[in-house]
């Protein structure tokens, strides 16, 4: 069993910036990829960034505001927005995958954490 846990989400104006941290727990073997989704109101989840061993990838309109990092040490994926607007309000979800001791491959979500960016 994996379990996830996340922080730092909360209400910023305009052109702030917010930092989210995700922290992994559990009988982890390896974590092959750490990543943020988000999901607005009346929207479909989609992808804000993933990091993996070797490399990050972005959405494209986060490119340039968002930066995604991981501490292998401590299991734990950071996500630092700035220059933030408010289409950037969703909630938003830390995703891992993982390889554990008794699931194997598991594929885990978090409970998600919202950001709030207003005008």
């Known amino acids: 069993q994996v379990q996830l846990v996340e922080s730092g989400g909360g209400l910023v104006q305009a052109g702030g910036s917010l930092r989210l941290s995700c922290t992994a727990s559990?009988?982890?073997?390896?974590?092959?990829?750490m990543g943020w989704y988000r999901q607005a109101p009346g929207k479909q989840r989609e992808l804000v960034a993933t990091v993996t061993s070797g490399s990050t990838n972005y959405a494209e309109s986060m490119k340039g505001r968002f930066t995604i990092s991981r501490d292998n040490a401590k299991n734990t994926v950071y996500l630092q927005m700035s220059s933030l607007k408010p289409e950037d309000t969703a909630v938003y979800y830390c995703?891992?995958?993982?390889?554990?001791?008794?699931?194997?491959?598991?594929?885990?979500w978090g409970q998600g954490t919202q950001g709030t960016v207003a005008s």
């Open positions: 559990g009988s982890i073997f390896s974590i092959s990829s």
């Open positions: 995703n891992v995958i993982v390889t554990a001791a008794t699931v194997g491959r598991s594929n885990d």
